[in-house]
């Protein structure tokens, strides 16, 4: 069965850094694209980031291009998000999601709270 879990959310100051991590299991992972999703307080999902699964191209939603960082490990079946220069806008629930090879997400993860604040 496909799994997705995320790691590494907590509580980060404005400005700060933090680090999340998707642990996939239970298919192909080096052949799907894989997604970072995210819902603020009281609003909709927000499309975050993605990464294919080939040459590893990156894509960012404007709201974090330049302050976050994707990257995929297919060693060990992971993909990450680096977060910099953290907002207050940034607190979320942060969700890992893998692609169909459709362009649907058909498998997401539990989701990872952030919240940014001093």
């Known amino acids: 069965q496909v799994q997705l879990v995320e790691s590494g959310g907590g509580l980060v100051q404005p400005g700060g850094s933090l680090k999340l991590s998707c642990a996939a299991a239970?298919?192909?992972?080096?052949?799907?694209?894989m997604y970072w999703v995210r819902q603020p307080p009281g609003k909709g999902l927000e499309w975050v980031s993605a990464?294919?699964?080939?040459?590893?191209?990156?894509y960012y939603a404007d709201s974090v291009k330049g302050r976050f960082t994707i990257s995929r490990d297919s060693a060990k079946n992971t993909v990450n998000l680096e977060m910099h220069s953290v907002k207050s806008e940034d607190t979320a629930v942060y969700y890992c999601?893998?692609?169909?090879?459709?362009?649907?997400?058909?498998?997401w993860g539990q989701g990872a709270q952030v919240t940014v604040s001093s």
């Open positions: 990464i294919d699964h080939g040459a590893g191209k990156t």
């Open positions: 999601a893998k692609e169909n090879g459709g362009m649907a997400l058909d498998y």
């Open positions: 239970g298919f192909a992972f080096s052949d799907y694209w």
